[in-house]
């Protein structure tokens, strides 16, 4: 092998650590989440394949992530402890965890959650909340802050790094559902677009590598 070889072949670095956890919520044993108002759809199902879009797009953006979509833990906040030591482990900058709303059928829009305290997770989440907004032209609830009163507020507070909660729709609401049920694809490049943009800015102020939570 030349020396050239060896500095261009990918299989010879070592495998880089995942910059973006995309986390599927509702993924511990026996908890599927909301069920869409088709009545047969749940958050975590749904989830899994707006997941694996967003990993498809960061793949081809060469932005290394990771999916976790299976949860240990025999209630929430032991599920969240666990889940908190995994990111860690990992090493990721950011995390996700998706979901999507449940509500009275009138109930409708997307929001984006974050730790009220966190600025860096506050950019993040209007970086994937404003894309959502802008692909569908779904009503615009916001990037919002949340405290320990909160429910989510686990994943969003234990996590090492900027981690947010994504609600793009009320899957209780009729015409929510109707854009959003086929388009596993759009979401995930919606929601993947959104984290490049927030990682670029990152990356432009050299933050990223910190690896702290502000
Ligand atoms: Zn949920």
């Known amino acids: 092998m030349s020396c050239r070889a060896w500095f261009t072949d990918d299989a010879q670095l070592p ?3 995942p910059v973006l956890a995309i986390c599927v919520g509702h993924s511990r044993y026996n908890d599927m989440g909301a069920v869409a108002c088709d009545e ?6 749904y989830n899994l394949q707006v997941a694996k879009s967003i990993k498809e797009e960061l793949d081809d953006a060469g932005v290394p992530s990771v999916i976790v979509h299976e949860y240990t833990g025999n209630n929430y906040s ?3 402890k666990n889940l908190s030591v995994e990111l860690r482990g990992l090493k990721v900058d950011a995390a996700i965890e998706l979901h999507f709303n449940a509500a009275t059928p009138a109930a409708h829009g997307s929001e984006t959650l974050y ?7 506050a950019k993040l989440a209007k970086c994937l909340q404003d894309q ?3 692909t569908f032209g779904v009503k615009d609830r916001g990037a919002k802050p949340k405290t320990a ?5 686990k994943f969003l507070r234990e996590t090492h790094c900027p981690a947010v909660i994504t609600e793009p729709f009320f899957g209780s609401n009729a015409e929510d559902w ?11 490049s919606s929601l993947a677009e959104g984290f490049i943009n927030y990682y670029n800015n990152e990356k432009t102020g050299s933050q990223l590598t910190q690896r702290t939570q502000v």
């Open 115 to 121: 730790w009220y305290k966190s600025k860096k997770s």
């Open 40 to 45: 047969e759809t749940n958050e975590w199902t």
């Open 15 to 17: 495998p880089a650590a």
């Open 149 to 153: 009163k909160s429910r989510g507020a």
């Open 178 to 188: 109707e854009m959003f049920k086929d388009s596993f694809d759009t979401l995930g």
């Open 132 to 134: 959502v907004v802008k």
């Open 78 to 80: 032991e599920s969240m």
